[in-house]
């Protein structure tokens, strides 16, 4: 029903910036909860961060400050603005959308290389 494609990872030095996108198909995008996670090798994934269809956001302690979590219902389009990057934020980031307990999509993962 619902497909998530992320874009925008790539290979950045450690205080630099990047854009993740996650472009949703389906019709539920607007009124579901849109997060970001990720996965290093050999760490379990991790909530970044995650929106609400109100607007509300939360964040994972070590990206607050860094970390900007925001979306465009209009395009069915969600985005992790990434700044001040560090060597430990390297992970597959994946999108996430959850409306209820039966409807939970998540994304392939794009790879964020951040080097020192």
């Known amino acids: 029903q619902v497909q998530l494609v992320e874009s925008g990872g790539g290979l950045v030095q450690a205080g630099g910036s990047l854009k993740l996108s996650c472009a949703a198909s389906g019709t539920i995008f607007s009124i579901s909860t849109m997060g970001w996670y990720r996965q290093a090798t050999g760490k379990q994934r991790e909530l970044v961060a995650n929106?609400?269809?109100?607007?509300?956001?939360n964040y994972d302690d070590s990206v607050k400050g860094r970390f900007t979590i925001f979306r465009d219902n209009a395009k069915n389009t969600g985005y992790l603005q990434m700044t001040s990057l560090k060597p430990e934020d390297t992970a597959v980031y994946y999108c996430n959308l959850w409306l209820i307990k039966y409807m939970d999509y998540w994304g392939k993962g794009t790879l964020v290389t951040v080097s020192s």
């Open positions: 929106i609400t269809s109100g607007g509300k956001t």
